[in-house]
Nanobody, 126 residues
Framework: QVQLEESGGRLVQAGGSLRLSCAASANTFGTYAMGWFRQTPGKEREFVAGFSRTGSRYYVVDSVKGRFTIARDNAKNTVYLQMDSLKPEDTAVYYC???????????????????WGQGTQVTVSS
């Protein structure tokens, strides 16, 4: 069982940057594919970016490509989401997720992930 804790969310002006962190408790962090999702009230959770368990494969959704980058540090059991050129439409609760897997795929469906953090609020003001 892995526990996830996100941090780094706050209020920021449009055009600004934030870096979200997700710390995982598992000593077997390298057996989990990791993902970032976001959700706004009344909408489904939306995939943002994800890494395979080794970090050799990753996927970033088109709507944030070129503005958001992800990083994974297996030695620190941590994944990061660097968000630049933020827009008001990026306002959401951002969730970190983990999927225990023996494959080296990056997953983009929420149903593929069995472990979730509590979320961190990102608010981008115009």
């Amino acid at each position: 069982q892995v526990q996830l804790e996100e941090s780094g969310g706050r209020l920021v002006q449009a055009g600004g940057s934030l870096r979200l962190s997700c710390a995982a408790s598992a000593n077997t962090f390298g057996t989990y594919a990791m993902g970032w999702f976001r959700q706004t009230p009344g909408k489904e959770r939306e995939f943002v970016a994800g890494f395979s368990r080794t970090g050799s494969r990753y996927y970033v959704v088109d709507s944030v490509k070129g503005r958001f980058t992800i990083a994974r540090d297996n030695a620190k059991n941590t994944v990061y989401l660097q968000m630049d050129s933020l827009k008001p439409e990026d306002t959401a609760v951002y969730y970190c997720a983990a999927a225990y897997t023996s494959t080296d795929y990056a997953y983009s469906e929420a149903a593929d992930y069995g472990h979730w953090g509590q979320g961190t609020q990102v608010t981008v003001s115009s």
